[in-house]
């Protein structure tokens, strides 16, 4: 069975940090590039963070350069967000994503809420 399962997500204070973790299964994880992506309420998706397969190259969205860190180990299986510095306007539900066109595979989403 194909699927992204998302954790770590959570209710965390201005300033605070979380890792999140997307376990893959059922499909070559080592040969997809991955890519967190995030949606808040009313606004579109975005992406935050993408990794190629070998791990070699990252790129990240502006508003989360320095402070947001996508790592993979292709050896479990699975991609990590690390975010430091957290604000309010990081709460979104951020999903996890594995591509290699035509195929795009999507997780079901963890919650992060960054609130005092």
């Known amino acids: 069975q194909v699927q992204l399962v998302e954790s770590g997500g959570g209710l965390v204070q201005p300033g605070g940090s979380l890792r999140l973790s997307c376990a893959a299964s059922?499909?070559?994880?080592?040969?997809?590039?991955m890519n967190w992506y995030r949606q808040a309420p009313g606004k579109e998706r975005e992406v935050v963070a993408t990794i190629v397969a070998n791990g070699g190259s990252t790129d990240y969205a502006d508003s989360v350069k320095g402070r947001f860190t996508i790592v993979r180990d292709n050896a479990k299986n699975t991609v990590y967000l690390q975010m430091n510095s957290l604000k309010p306007e990081d709460t979104a539900l951020y999903y996890c994503?594995?591509?290699?066109?035509?195929?795009?595979?999507w997780g079901q989403g963890t919650q992060v809420t960054v609130s005092s």
């Open positions: 994503n594995a591509r290699l066109l035509p195929l795009n595979i």
């Open positions: 059922g499909f070559a994880f080592s040969r997809y590039v």
